[in-house]
């Protein structure tokens, strides 16, 4: 299936509707950061209201009498979009849009996916937006009747949206089936990248956190190169790798898609192959913007590489920090950056140094001549290693990273000369 959208900017003036919930916290940062992922889906943000709900009311989450009491606003400000700040049932979509006299409403997950859809570059990239967007889009197919096809451009249509895609469920379920076969290609490939690093002694460092926490920036400063960072939300899509040397190591840095707070669970398995160049790292760092609430943007990014089951060492990087004064009451264990003024960057190299020489242990072997080449099997996963031979046995001593401590252990499990 082609992706036929256009993806000319079609000019829309957006108002916000944030339904609160009684646990909800930070309500403030959250209407901005919804405000910004507005402006940077390409739309003009002409207002927004927060109403306070104790209950989702299941026909239009928020309470019908609130909605249609800002009718009137909607009209005077011009307003083509609505957005909410949650994630609506197609009904709950279509019963908001009737309010409002059929003007074009979507939410959270489908404005997300519009960004992700103008940022994507890669081929990798481009088919994990479209798997995204198929995946939203499938369950909600039924009951649409030809709303897709009316919504007329703009966000929430890039990408296949306006295709017409609900006439033909069994080829969307193809598609998907397709693009899941062609990730996991990718995948493949990206699994013998890796394995070449091993061969080739390099070690990687996850660059993840915070969309727009200064990942690319950071990323820049370490590699002296001119990777895109700009100041919007989901800048950088496809991950990035840098080839750095710091001390004894030569590291590949890889700037991974920024993470944001209550992002669907459908977008980070949609983007599971992009992010594995960060569950497979040697080291991860965790960024956060300091003049936020980077206590959050730790947790959301915290939480994101659980559901990923990341196991590998992570170094919290608080950045931005040429705007703060006093770190009496910030956190003693995180490393203080200014990626744009290169402030802390040696401190924080020297950290991910400490870490990997952590991550590797030293063995003697003594193997009967007739078990050599059950050595030579993995000597692939040594970062170096010597060979002695003499009348009895053959020596080897080698130095090997700790997760393959257990092909070794094999090893040494063998009959061993004394």
Do not use: W
């Amino acid at each position: 299936m082609e992706n036929t959208a256009d993806f000319t900017r079609i000019y829309e003036n957006a108002y916000l509707l944030v339904p609160i919930l009684d646990d909800d916290e930070n309500t403030e940062e959250r209407i901005d950061e919804s405000i910004q992922l507005i402006k940077t889906a390409g739309a003009e943000f002409v207002g927004y209201t927060a109403q306070k709900i104790r209950q989702i009311n299941p026909a239009t989450f928020m309470g019908e009498g609130k909605l249609t009491e800002i009718k009137d606003e909607l009209v005077k400000l011009n307003v083509n979009i609505v957005i909410f700040d949650g994630q609506l049932s197609p009904a709950q979509a279509q019963n908001i849009s009737a309010i409002y006299g059929g003007i074009k409403v979507i939410d959270r997950t489908a404005l997300i996916l519009d960004i992700f859809a103008l940022h994507a570059m890669t081929k990798e990239g481009k088919l994990q937006v479209e798997l995204a967007q198929l995946e939203y889009i499938y369950p909600r197919l039924k009951g649409m009747g030809t709303s897709l096809s009316r919504l007329g451009g703009g966000i929430g249509t890039r990408g296949p949206g306006e295709t017409q895609l609900e006439t033909d469920r069994r080829h969307i379920r193809n598609r998907i089936n397709h693009i899941k076969c062609e990730l996991e290609e990718i995948s493949k490939r990206r699994k013998v990248q890796s394995d070449n690093r091993i061969k080739n002694k390099a070690f990687t460092v996850a660059i993840t956190g915070y969309t727009n926490a200064g990942k690319s920036t950071l990323l820049n400063t370490l590699s002296g190169d001119n990777v895109l960072a700009e100041d919007k939300l989901f800048a950088t899509l496809d991950p990035t790798a840098r080839k750095v040397v710091i001390g004894d190591f030569s590291v590949i840095f890889i700037d991974t898609v920024g993470f944001i707070k209550n992002i669907p669970t459908s977008l980070i398995s949609a983007f599971k192959s992009t992010l594995d160049s960060a569950v497979n790292a040697d080291v991860i760092l965790n960024v956060a913007d300091i003049t936020k609430d980077y206590k959050e943007q730790f947790d959301t990014t915290l939480s994101t590489l659980r559901q990923l089951n990341c196991v590998s060492p992570i170094i919290k990087v608080l950045n931005k920090c040429d705007k703060i004064s006093n770190f009496e009451d910030y956190p003693k264990d995180v490393c203080y950056i200014s990626a744009k003024q290169n402030l802390g960057i040696d401190k924080l190299k020297m950290k991910i140094a400490e870490i990997l020489k952590g991550e590797f242990f030293d063995l003697e072997l003594k193997l009967p001549y007739d078990k050599i080449n059950e050595f030579y099997a993995v000597k692939d996963f040594t970062e170096n290693y010597t060979v002695n031979y003499t009348d009895e046995f053959v020596q080897i001593n080698l130095t090997a990273k700790n997760i393959y401590k257990s092909k070794f252990v094999k090893l040494s499990n063998l009959p061993q000369r004394p």
